[in-house]
């Protein structure tokens, strides 16, 4: 089992749609949370870091749970530019800071 | 400013030849990781460097891969007797100190093709 999962997709949402990532991470001793994301043949690129408490930014909102080892990522009102790779990423104590990632959700907004 | 640089951009070479590829980090930051991602295997953690300490290796998939990091800047990752299943993007990203909560911030990679 994958230590961090995600529902690969492909979602394919019209304009304007509100649409919503889930990802769950296999290991409780978890230290920072966030969602990447990923232009066609570009590098990834922090969109949020994920709290406890929930964060939000602008259109995008992010939620942890870790009682249930899950996070969830929502976009309101997308936009053709949102067309992406979302990558749920984690940090797990003692693993000296690396990203581990998961397999990422794709996203295509459609005009 | 500028971002974290990679080179080659593109890379092509033959099985069993070695290849280097070279990063440049952000100017300042103490802390720099490689990453790959391959299509079978997704974006995967390779070598991490914090300032002078000695870099933590376990995620280098075997003994063909190393990497240094000279003066605390520039980083160049090695692969020896390069496999087909070394093809893939090598990520190089950079952070300030590699603290909790520390951003990390990704070049834009090279592209490895093994033939």
């Known amino acids: 089992r994958k230590e961090v999962e995600q529902d690969p997709g492909p979602f394919n949402v019209p304009e304007g749609a509100t649409v919503a990532f889930n990802c769950t991470y296999s290991?409780?001793?978890?230290?920072?949370f966030f969602w990447y994301r990923q232009d066609c043949r570009k590098e990834p690129k922090l969109l949020m870091s994920?709290?406890?408490s929930g964060n939000e930014d602008g259109r995008f909102t992010a939620q942890l749970n870790r009682a249930s080892q899950y996070i969830s990522l929502l976009i309101r009102d997308s936009k053709l530019s949102d067309s992406a790779t979302y990558l749920c990423?984690?940090?797990?104590?003692?693993?000296?800071?690396?990203?581990?990632f998961g397999s990422g959700t794709q996203l295509t907004v459609l005009p | 400013g500028a971002g974290v640089s990679q080179s080659p951009s593109n890379k092509v070479t033959e099985k069993g030849k070695d290849v280097e590829l070279r990063c440049d980090p952000i100017?300042?930051?103490?802390?720099l990781y490689w990453y790959r991602q391959s299509l079978g295997q997704g974006l995967e953690f390779l070598i991490y460097?914090?300032?002078?300490?000695?870099?933590?290796k376990s995620g280098l998939p075997s003994d063909r891969f190393s990497a240094e990091r000279t003066g605390g800047s520039v980083s160049t990752l090695t692969i020896q007797r390069t496999q087909q299943e070394d093809s893939a993007v090598y990520l190089c990203?950079?952070?300030?100190?590699?603290?909790?909560?520390?951003?990390?911030?990704f070049g834009p990679g090279t592209r490895l093709t093994v033939l």
């Open positions: 100017s300042g930051h103490t802390a």
């Open positions: 460097f914090q300032g002078n300490s000695a870099p933590d």
């Open positions: 290991n409780s001793a978890s230290q920072s």
């Open positions: 990423v984690v940090i797990f104590s003692g693993s000296a800071r690396q990203l581990t």
């Open positions: 994920v709290y406890s």
């Open positions: 990203a950079s952070s300030q100190d590699g603290v909790s909560g520390d951003t990390q911030y």
